[in-house]
């Protein structure tokens, strides 16, 4: 991808990784749009970096609409969207029907409503771009949040269906999938905090791992390149990785307090 000049909308870009790839971006010339649910946040981090700020809903079917409409107003054509917008709502199965609505909708179906909107244009181009913040949870899972793995596994389906279905059509499709990063969401980790926050990496250095996959095209985007090899070791032998799983969530059981 050659970015310099190259129109591009980052949601959940208030704080955290959103925040960090706005940034990283807009300093290899891409022209930029932030969006966040606070319009405060929003705009200070659009002041930042020098992009425009559409504060709202992404996740919404109107703020889909409004947000895409928004953006090619200000940057004439979309040409990369970052789905990064992500939740945390509810752990195990006493997680409420809010909880699961919340995470589907802003974790999942954000990221059909956008490439909607997105993709028939990018074919009749013959290019485009949308990268999504996936998680490691996508690949692999994690414990103590049902919510979060199911939105995240099936966030990564998606982004496999669009790259299978039109990377042919010039539309590269990516999923940025970190294991434990420093922002508010690791906080809200539930029971696998402790573990996640060994090796937790920064938002920056997750941005530039995405910044130089731009430059190749791959898929999988793997800040921690271990969560490759989990990947991996859950195809190769499903029952021995849930057992390893499972040997993980019983060690945070007798850890808790």
């Known amino acids: 991808m050659t970015v310099a000049g190259q129109g591009v909308v980052v949601t959940g870009a208030a704080g955290g990784i959103g925040k960090a790839l706005a940034a990283r971006l807009a300093a290899g010339g891409a022209r930029v749009v932030v969006n966040d649910l606070d319009p405060v946040a929003t705009e200070a981090a659009a002041a930042e970096i020098g992009a425009l700020a559409v504060p709202g809903d992404a996740a919404s079917v109107a703020g889909a609409v409004a947000l895409v409409s928004a953006a090619r107003g200000h940057l004439g054509q979309v040409d990369a969207w970052f789905a990064n ?21 802003v974790n999942t179906m954000a990221h059909v409503r956008a490439a909607r909107l997105l993709v028939p244009e ?12 996936a998680s490691a949870a996508g690949l692999l899972t994690a414990l103590g949040t049902a919510t979060y793995s199911v939105s995240k596994h099936a966030v990564v389906a998606f982004a496999e269906w669009l790259s299978a279905t039109y990377r042919h059509r010039g539309i590269v499709v990516q999923a940025i999938c970190p ?18 926050a060994d090796g937790a990496v920064t938002p920056e250095d997750v941005a530039e791992v995405t910044w130089q996959a731009l430059h190749d095209d791959r898929f999988l985007i793997l800040p921690h390149p271990e969560a490759g090899d989990h990947y991996r070791n859950r195809a190769a032998d499903t029952d021995r990785w849930l057992g390893g799983m499972n040997k993980l969530q019983r060690h945070l059981e007798r850890a808790a307090p």
């Open 85 to 105: 917008a992500g939740v945390v709502r509810g752990y195990g199965l006493d997680a409420s029907e809010a909880a699961w609505a919340a995470s589907w909708e």
């Open 122 to 133: 990018w074919l009749e181009r013959g290019r485009g771009r949308f990268v999504v913040t």
């Open 179 to 196: 294991q434990g990063v420093r922002t508010g969401m690791l906080a809200a980790s539930g029971p696998m905090r402790s573990v996640l």
